[in-house]
DNA sequence: TAGATTGTTAATCGATTAACAATC
DNA sequence: TAGATTGTTAATCGATTAACAATC
C-alpha cells in the first residue's frame, strides 16, 4: 500500500485502480495452476516458476496480483495454498453459485454431467428445455423445467448465473427471460451476439469460431 | 494498394503488415454476422450496421479487413455475399477440413453430433478414445479408434487439426501423439495449459474458467 | 551477509479509435 | 450534385514488459 495517498484509508481504497478485464480473466489460469501445484505438494512458487507452466510472463502475473494486494515475499515467491485461497476468495469462490443451465441436448447434458464446475464453487441448480419429451424428466438429481418457467423458478432460487445451450435461434428469448428473472452472468454457447442490458455480463464460447482462426493458419502453411 | 511502394509489386506483397492474432480471431465472427445477413436477405452493409450486430466499432471492422484488401464501396458499404465469401477464402473455408476428435465421452459425443462444425468446413473425419469398451463401436458413422493410434490414422489421413475433449491428465499425452502425427492446430478443452513445438497452434475452451472470471463481478455486486 | 524475488514505476509496445480525404 | 461510407493515417488509449529499489 502506498503511503503517500492523499486520500483518507477508505477513500485510498475506491482509488486504487480497478482491474481491467483482461486481468480478471487471467485470474482463473492463476487459480488452476496454483491447485495443481497443491496437489502436487509445492508450497512455495515464485512468479517466474507459475508463469512458465502457463506460458505468462513472471512481470505480468506480479502486475496482475498487485491490482489487489502483496500476496508473495520477497526473495521467497508465494505460498501457493495462501495465494490459491485469496485468488478464489477475490473471484468469489469462497461461495458456492447456484446456476440454470437451459437447453438439454446432447451439449447440455455433457455439461449437467461435467463434474469441473461442481468442483470448482459453480452447481447447476435448475435445468430448462422447451421440448416436451424432456420436460418433467430428471437428469443428475434435478427436473427438467420449461423454459416458460425460466423467470419464476431463476427469480425464486435467486439464481445469478446461467449457462445457454441453446440453439441460435432460441438464444435470445432465453437470455430475456434469464435477465428478467434477475440472471447477471451469462455463459452462452449459442453462436448469436446477444443483446443484453448493461448491468449483465454475458460470455461466449464458439468453438467454431474458434476452430476458424485456426484454418486461416492452416491454410497459409498449405500455399507454402 | 499503396502507390508509392518502393519494392517492386511481389515484395510489397511481402511487406504488407501481417495482421495481429486479434484481427484473426474477429474474422469468424464477422462472417457469422454476414451468413446471418445473407440468410435474411440482406444484400449490403456498412461497417456501421455490422459492427452495431456484434458490438464492435465500425473503426475496428474498417481497420481489420484493411489487412486483407479493399472489399468496400465508398457511399455505399459492403456486398454481403461478396465478402462473406472474401472472408470464408481468408480463413481457409473453401475447402473442408478433415478434423480428428480425441475423448468420446459426454463432450466429445456432442461435439461429433454437433451440426455446426459440419456445416461450416469442419468435417470430424477420425474418433479417437482409449475405453476399451468404446474402441470399435461406430458413431455418427465412424468407428472408435484406440488413441494408441493416433499418430499413424492422423498421418494416413493427412490430418491437420484435432479436437481434444479427455480429462486433463491424458490430454498432453494425447496432443504429443496428435504432434507426432503431425496436426498443426488442437483445440482443447482440457483444462491444462499443454506444452507444443512452435510450430503448433493451440486454443483452449474453458469453461469453468469463463464462469469463473464472471463470479468476480458477481460477487462485487453482493456486496454493494 | 549475499542471493533471490517481490511490488511498482516508467518505458515500450500494440491495439483501438477518431478523423478525413477519396470516391461511390 | 449532395450525401454516405470507405480505406487509411495519425492520435489515443491501454496492456505488457523491463528495470530496479525494497526486502525477505
Redesign the pocket.
Known sequence: ??GSCIFGLEECVEHLESP????IKRLPLYARSLRYLLQEGVSSV???ELGERINV????I??D??YFG?????????DVEKLLHQIERILGLNQEWPAALVGIGHLGEAIARYEGFRTQGIRISAMFDSDQHKIGQEMTGLVIHSVDQIDTIVREMAIRLAIIAVPGNFAQDVADRLVVGGVRAILSYAPIVLQVPDHVWVRYIDPVAVVHSMTYYLAREEES
Chains 1, 2 share one sequence.
Do not use: W
Request: no cysteine; net charge positive; aromatic share 8%.
Open positions: 500500500m502506498n481491467p478485464d483482461v486481468v515464485s512468479s517466474q510472463t513472471a512481470a505480468q506480479r502486475k496480483l498487485s502483496e500476496f508473495g515475499k520477497q526473495g521467497i515467491g508465494y
